[in-house]
Structures are given as C-alpha cells and as structure tokens.
C-alpha cells in the first residue's frame, strides 16, 4: 500500500529521486527533512490499535495465514497495553506508545504514519513534488513553492495530529538516511553522508573471523560509493577515504585494492573508472540487478 511514498534503504531513496529528478529538477527546488519526535511513545494506544485494524479493513483481509483479523487486533491490544519496565527499583506500566525494539510497535507505528500522511502526500503529488519516507523521518520535495510557504504549510501540517511532533529543515541540500543530496543550479549531486558521530572502525582484518566476511567489507563500500557518489570527484574523496579507514583497521593494501577492483568484474567492467566514463558505468551498476 505505501511502496511508492516508503523508502527501506538510502538506495532506494536514491533511485527514486534520480528518476524524479529527470524531468523536475530546477534550480529554485528546496529539500526538506522532516523528523517526527519519539514516534513510537508518543502513538496513543487504542489509536495505534484502530490504526492497524483500518489498515486490515482497507485490504479486506479476513485472515492472515489461518488467524482471524479479530483476533490479532484483540492480542495487538493486549501487547500495547501490557507493556512493563523497571527503573531505579521501581515497576512501571507503561501507558502511552509501544515498547521500544518491539516489531508489533514498529509495525503500528507505520501504520499509524500511512493514514496520517495521506492529506500531504496528495497535496505534494497534486503540485508536481515528491515525499517519501522512512518509518519516522520524511523526505519532501516541492515545486514552485517559496520557502515561507513551505514553512506555513510544516505549521498546518502539524496540526493534523497533536501526537505527531513535527521539526523539519528546509534547505538546497539535505541528509536523508546515508545519502547527502544537493540542489547545484537545477542539478542533483549526491554523495554518502557520515553523521558527525561517525568513526572509521569495521571488522579488524586480524580478527578470528572467516575471510569472506572480510572480503564483504571493502566490496559493499566501495559499491555504496558508486552508486551515490554522483561525480568523479566525489568518487574519488569517498574511495581513498575508505582506504584509509580500512588502512587503520589492518586490511593490506593489495587486499583492500583487490576486492575494489572486484566490484567492477562482479559487473562486467573491464575498464578502470575514468573522468570520461564515470557517469556512463555508474549507471550500470545502478541498473543492474544486484
């Protein structure tokens, strides 16, 4: 129901907004973030239930694999609303939200964000944007609209649901999941954004583990920055950063080098990665089934 406003991975995100980008992309567009503050304890309980049972209704489903609806809204209730915890001692019931790390919270949670978000997404459809989202954090891209309004328009949304706290930053470049996005003049650049709290240490090379775990390392890294480096020379900056951070992990050069340069052969590339034939090739690898 929701696989064209939902993105599961940065890549994902990325696809989607390459293919919108295509034909919408103009220089005064504005990205904006929106985070929803403490989603899954700020969902009212009975609310969240109802929201799982609309969800069942409007799929008009009877019975999932032999259990009837009725009954996993009754036990979805129950879970909610039977939520312990201990603190400094003391016994505690929770009675607001889910449990945190909960897959039933989790799935009430998106629940909950698809009937809430229907009124923005039509709105943004209806003028030309794009919004997607993951689980609590959106992604939205407007046309033809002046930041004060986009500022007005987070301020009435905010107002659908007086459980969902809103905070967004609207700006020509944006971070959403790993993926660090920029309008530049009516072109998209990407690249692969590090949180500030980031630190350079993966699986130590000298570490007992078996070698293909190792291998996996350097080979999923260097093909994340392929697929969201969209220029050479971020290309560039992003592969020698991850050398050096595999460097400080003990992995040998000519292991590191190899496995980079098994990412081209697991695609077919017989040729080094240019200046001239970056774009080209990169789309390749973003295309292919993988």
Known sequence: MAINTTVMSGFELLKKLQQWSKVNMKQEILLCTIDIADLYRMIPQVEGVLALKKMLDHLNLKQINGLKTEVIIRLARFVMQNNYFIYEGQYYHQ???GAMGSRLTLTIA????FF???NIVKQINNSGGLYLRYIDDLFIIMINWPIRHFIKQVDRWKKFDENIKLS???SLRADFLDLHMENQDGQLVTTVYH???????YLPFNSIHSIHMKKNIPFTMLLHAIRYCSTFQA?????????????LNKYPIKFIDQQFNH???KFSIGQPL???NYNKLRQEIINAPF
Request: aromatic residues 12%.
């Open 110 to 113: 998106n629940c909950y964000m």
């Open 274 to 276: 240019t200046r001239n």
């Open 235 to 247: 290309y560039l900056d992003e592969r020698e950063k991850l050398r050096m951070d595999l460097l």
């Open 95 to 97: 009675i607001r939200g």
């Open 263 to 265: 990412v081209l052969q």
């Open 168 to 170: 967004a930053n609207i």
């Open 116 to 118: 809430y978000e229907q």
């Open 195 to 201: 949180k500030p709290s980031y630190e350079p240490y």
